[in-house]
Structures are given as C-alpha cells and as structure tokens.
C-alpha cells in the first residue's frame, strides 16, 4: 500500500487548510487511518484517525473542536479539515493506515502499518 498525502502550506493564524490521503494498492484490507504531525524538535505525535468500516473518529485534545476528519471508503481517500489554525498546528503532517487486524489503539504510531511521505502546514501569527 502507498500513500499520498497533500494539501499542506503557509496559513495565517485563524486560518483553514484541507489534507488529503489517497491510498493505493491493496487497500481492501483498509482498517483505519491516522493524521500525525511532528513539528520541529518534537516527536510525531497523535492528532486524529478514523477507522475504515464504521467511520469512528478520534481526536487529540489540542485539536477538538477545530480539526475534522472523514474519509471515502470508495475512493480510499481520507481528509483532515483543519479550522481555526494556530502557530502551534505549526508541523509536518503525516497519514498512516493500518491493514492489519482490529482491535488496536489508533491514538499510536505503531498501530499503523504504512505512512505517506508528509505534508508541511505553516501558521503565521
């Protein structure tokens, strides 16, 4: 499976940007898919996911309220809607999907088995 995120750039504070993950290949085993970022000197660190089947969502607190996101299973496409940017969203952003079985912490780095390349989101203030 590969995966292809897109949709990063330079935002003011306040700000909206729409990601995009499109994966292909063997994607009918599709699972789940996350949104990581990892911003400069940080960890990768969780922001939200999404299972596959039943569209059940997960969010970080630093971004609830402010980040959706959805995906469409027929086009194995996922998005993240991020609202109300912040300097601190400031990150590369990357999407992971699990192929694997079910029943796995989707908050996790590890829960995933394969990632795209990343997606670079700037907020000025």
């Known amino acids: 499976v590969q995966l292809q995120a897109s949709g990063g750039g330079l935002v003011q504070a306040g700000g909206s940007l729409r990601l995009s993950c499109v994966a292909s290949?063997?994607?009918?085993?599709?699972?789940?898919m996350g949104w990581f970022r990892q911003a400069p000197g940080k960890e990768r660190e969780f922001a939200a996911a999404?299972?596959?089947?039943?569209?059940?969502?997960y969010y970080d607190d630093a971004v609830k309220g402010r980040f959706t996101i959805s995906r469409d299973k027929a086009n194995n496409t996922a998005w993240l809607q991020m609202n109300s940017l912040k300097p601190e969203d400031t990150a590369i952003y990357y999407c992971?999907?699990?192929?694997?079985?079910?029943?796995?912490?989707?908050?996790?780095?590890?829960?995933?088995?394969?990632w795209g390349q990343g997606t670079l989101v700037t907020v000025s203030s």
């Open positions: 992971g999907l699990r192929v694997s079985r079910t029943g796995y912490n989707p908050t996790i780095r590890d829960a995933y088995d394969c």
């Open positions: 290949g063997r994607t009918f085993s599709s699972i789940g």
């Open positions: 999404i299972t596959w089947s039943g569209g059940i969502t």
